[in-house]
């Protein structure tokens, strides 16, 4: 175990690259325009936020005009449905009558 360890050491020496240091190097007008550009999507994205507003607002105004129409041609469609069924009411009290007055007719006309 130790001689492996002063083997890896040694490879380190060995192999080991000399190391410069560096300044910190700033730029405050990089920072000032990432602050601006950050300020201009926060802008920007509220913009996108109010339109999607203004456009979900439409959806509800289109719905809300689609579901009146609906709910109109569903009462029309129920008054065609009634008129139809006394339409067919009339037609069999017509039917009736027909009946009646033929059946009147033959007894009238009947000699016994």
């Not at 002063?6 to 380190?12: G, N, R, S």
Request: glycine share 6%.
């Amino acid at each position: 175990m130790k001689q492996k360890i002063i083997l890896l050491c040694l490879c380190l020496v060995c192999t080991g690259r000399s190391t410069y240091a560096q300044w910190v190097v700033s730029d405050p007008t990089n920072l000032a325009q990432g602050i601006v550009n950050s300020t201009k999507q926060i802008v920007e994205a509220a913009k996108n936020g109010s339109t999607m507003l203004q456009s979900f607002q439409e959806t509800v105004k289109i719905y809300e005009q689609g579901k009146r129409y609906y709910d109109a041609l569903k009462s029309v469609s129920n008054l065609v449905r009634s008129a139809r069924k006394v339409q067919q009411c009339i037609l069999l009290v017509g039917e009736i009558s027909d009946i009646y007055v033929d059946g009147y007719r033959r007894m009238v006309g009947d000699e016994n």
